[in-house]
Structures are given as structure tokens and as C-alpha cells.
């Protein structure tokens, strides 16, 4: 691999791990509070869906941005009625909005354009284009500060600058202010916070407020950032693989940061390797390739994540002692 590949599999992993960061860290949210959100995928794709026909309609990227949210929290919502007000079962919940995601787009994809579930391809006027930072041509082709700074700083859509400046500010949220010591605490030890006259009920549903959030922002960079419109089923998995990536990094936003890049820079290098030729063994199948990210996604799970030890109070209803 020569230099510019090099670079251009770096960029590729920070684009490509954009989308696995916001939803990473919207599981976080909802886990910490102890509720287990399978449904991440879902919302990722209800929101992928919603900004794409947005944009398409009104020819606004930020309209767009606002209608994936909107959707997201919508799924957000519903699986917090369902496992905070009617204290269903978590899992049974998220897996369901992952379904009914999954069947409402591509039926409104295919009723209101007829293209199969896709959307209408999108002008460059409605979506989130590359933002080039002053001076980045200039520095260009001076080593290392120059390089990094015109091929990695500069050069990305405002999405994935939003994505990886959520990390610290998740970080900060979480470990340094009174709301995320409560939503920890929530996560641990709902009766405690409870007792100390603090809504577990509106703590966990503030937490899913925050995973709708983030998660609509992931599904926006799919369909209108990353893409030019909408294709059924796009979000492909990376909703369970954001999921792993939390688990892996054991519910913490710096090593869901690393995790995330590690999945990005195996896909990326996926796509790079499509065609390679092993000696004695000819050309690798492009599905093999392919399948290096969920292939990486098992072998972590299976028994290279050490000892995760999720929130005590994960996918329990919370009943009120009166």
C-alpha cells in the first residue's frame, strides 16, 4: 500500500466510523440509564429514511437533519413507553422498532416514489458537502502538521466533525455534571435515586431524548451525507455493530471513540482489498471481504472483550416501592 492509499484508507475510516460514533454513544446513554436499546438500528434507519425524503422535498439538508431527528425521537419514544411506562421487555421492544423501521421504509419508499424503496437522488443543494478549511490546499505538501492537518482536519462534511466532537462532550457529560452522575446512579441504582426524590422515570426518558438525538444525526449522515439518498435497509447492521462497539468498550465514550475506528478502518480496508489476488490461494471473494467487519464484530463478542460488566440495573422495569 502505497502513501496515497494510506490516506485514502484513513479517510475512508473516519467516514466510515462516523455513523458507528453517534450511535455507540446513543446506546450510552440509554444503557447507563438501564435501558438495553437493541433498537438502535431502527432508529438509524427511520432517521436515514425521514432526512432523505425531507431534503428531497424541501431541498434543504438542515430541514432534512431536523426531520431524522424527529423520527428518531419518535422511535426513542416508543421504546421508552414500552420499557419505562408499561415496563415491557427491553429487548423484545427494540428488536420490534428495528422491524417495523425496516418494513415502514421501504413501504413508504416504495408507495411514494415507486423506486424500490429508494428515495429520489439527491443535488449536492440538499446535502452536507465537504468543508475545506482555510489555508488546507496551501499546507498541503508540507510533512506530517501540513498533511494531517489538509487530509484528515479539513476536507469532512459537518456531521463527522459533529460526530467525533461528541465524544468528549458525552465524556464530559457523563463523568463531570449532576445529570450524568444521576443517570449513572439510574443505571446502578434506581431505588437509591428514587429515595433521594429524583424521577427514575424521567431520568431514563431524558437518557432516550439524548439517544433519538444522536441517533438521528447518524441516520441523517447515512442517507444525506455520506450518500445521496435513501436505499432500503442502508443502515446494513451497523446499528448491532455500534451496540458491540459499546459493549466492547464497556460502556465508556473514549474507548467507544477507538472501538468505532477500529470497525471503520476494517470496513474501509474491506472496501481497498475488494479483488486482491493471495498468491496460491487467486482472488479473494468480494463477500468475504465484505464480511470482515461482522466477521471482527463475532470474534470480539465471543472472547476477546475481557469482562464487561454492564449497569446493575440494565434491562430491569423499574416498580416504584410505595
Given at each position: 500500500m502505497n502513501?496515497?492509499?494510506?490516506l485514502?484508507?484513513?479517510?475512508a475510516?473516519?467516514?466510515?466510523?462516523?455513523?458507528l460514533?453517534l450511535?455507540?454513544?446513543?446506546?450510552?446513554?440509554?444503557?447507563r440509564?438501564?435501558?438495553?436499546?437493541?433498537?438502535l438500528?431502527?432508529?438509524m434507519?427511520?432517521?436515514?429514511?425521514s432526512?432523505?425524503?425531507?431534503?428531497?422535498?424541501t431541498?434543504?439538508?438542515?430541514?432534512?437533519l431536523?426531520?431524522g431527528?424527529?423520527?428518531?425521537?419518535v422511535?426513542?419514544?416508543?421504546?421508552?413507553?414500552?420499557?419505562?411506562?408499561?415496563?415491557?421487555?427491553?429487548?423484545v421492544?427494540g428488536?420490534?422498532i428495528?422491524f417495523v423501521?425496516?418494513?415502514?421504509?421501504?413501504?413508504?419508499?416504495?408507495?411514494?416514489?415507486?423506486?424500490?424503496?429508494?428515495?429520489?437522488?439527491?443535488?449536492?443543494?440538499?446535502r452536507?458537502?465537504e468543508?475545506?478549511?482555510?489555508g488546507?490546499?496551501?499546507?498541503?505538501d508540507?510533512?506530517?502538521?501540513?498533511?494531517?492537518?489538509?487530509?484528515?482536519?479539513?476536507g469532512h462534511?459537518?456531521?463527522?466533525?459533529?460526530?467525533?466532537?461528541?465524544?468528549?462532550?458525552?465524556?464530559?457529560?457523563?463523568?463531570?455534571?449532576?445529570?450524568g452522575?444521576?443517570?449513572?446512579?439510574?443505571?446502578?441504582?434506581?431505588?437509591?435515586?428514587?429515595?433521594?426524590?429524583?424521577?427514575?422515570?424521567w431520568?431514563r426518558?431524558r437518557?432516550l431524548?439524548l439517544?433519538?438525538?444522536?441517533?438521528?444525526?447518524?441516520?441523517t449522515?447515512?442517507?444525506?451525507a455520506?450518500?445521496?439518498?435513501?436505499?432500503?435497509?442502508?443502515?446494513?447492521?451497523?446499528g448491532?455493530i455500534?451496540?458491540a462497539?459499546?459493549?466492547?468498550?464497556?460502556?465508556?465514550?473514549?474507548?467507544v471513540?477507538?472501538?468505532?475506528l477500529?470497525?471503520?478502518?476494517?470496513?474501509?480496508?474491506?472496501?481497498?482489498?475488494?479483488g486482491?489476488?493471495?498468491?496460491g490461494?487467486?482472488?479473494?471473494?468480494?463477500q468475504?471481504?465484505?464480511?470482515?467487519?461482522?466477521?471482527?464484530?463475532?470474534?470480539?463478542?465471543a472472547?476477546?472483550?475481557?469482562?464487561?460488566?454492564?449497569?446493575?440495573?440494565?434491562?430491569?422495569p423499574?416498580?416504584?416501592?410505595?
Amino acid at each position: 500500500m502505497n502513501a496515497a492509499d494510506f490516506l485514502d484508507v484513513v479517510n475512508a475510516t473516519l467516514r466510515l466510523s462516523t455513523p458507528l460514533i453517534l450511535a455507540a454513544l446513543a446506546g450510552l446513554y440509554s444503557e447507563r440509564s438501564g435501558i438495553v436499546d437493541i433498537g438502535l438500528e431502527g432508529k438509524m434507519l427511520a432517521a436515514a429514511f425521514s432526512a432523505a425524503v425531507i431534503a428531497a422535498l424541501t431541498g434543504s439538508a438542515w430541514l432534512g437533519l431536523l426531520g431524522g431527528i424527529a423520527a428518531s425521537l419518535v422511535m426513542a419514544m416508543i421504546h421508552g413507553y414500552a420499557s419505562i411506562s408499561l415496563r415491557g421487555n427491553q429487548v423484545v421492544s427494540g428488536v420490534a422498532i428495528n422491524f417495523v423501521a425496516s418494513g415502514l421504509t421501504a413501504f413508504f419508499g416504495q408507495a411514494w416514489f415507486g423506486e424500490g424503496g429508494r428515495t429520489p437522488q439527491l443535488p449536492m443543494t440538499a446535502r452536507f458537502g465537504e468543508i475545506d478549511f482555510p489555508g488546507a490546499q496551501a499546507v498541503a505538501d508540507v510533512p506530517v502538521l501540513g498533511l494531517v492537518y489538509s487530509h484528515f482536519i479539513s476536507g469532512h462534511n459537518l456531521l463527522v466533525y459533529f460526530a467525533f466532537l461528541a465524544v468528549p462532550a458525552t465524556w464530559w457529560v457523563v463523568q463531570r455534571t449532576r445529570f450524568g452522575l444521576r443517570l449513572r446512579a439510574v443505571g446502578e441504582n434506581p431505588a437509591a435515586v428514587d429515595t433521594a426524590g429524583i424521577s427514575v422515570a424521567w431520568m431514563r426518558y431524558r437518557a432516550l431524548m439524548l439517544t433519538g438525538l444522536l441517533c438521528g444525526v447518524a441516520g441523517t449522515y447515512l442517507s444525506i451525507a455520506q450518500s445521496a439518498a435513501f436505499t432500503r435497509d442502508m443502515t446494513a447492521g451497523q446499528g448491532y455493530i455500534a451496540l458491540a462497539a459499546l459493549i466492547f468498550a464497556k460502556w465508556k465514550p473514549w474507548p467507544v471513540l477507538w472501538t468505532c475506528l477500529l470497525f471503520g478502518f476494517l470496513d474501509a480496508l474491506s472496501i481497498r482489498l475488494q479483488g486482491v489476488v493471495v498468491p496460491g490461494i487467486g482472488a479473494v471473494p468480494v463477500q468475504a471481504i465484505q464480511a470482515l467487519p461482522y466477521i471482527l464484530t463475532m470474534i470480539l463478542l465471543a472472547g476477546f472483550i475481557g469482562k464487561a460488566i454492564p449497569p446493575r440495573a440494565g434491562g430491569m422495569p423499574y416498580v416504584k416501592e410505595r
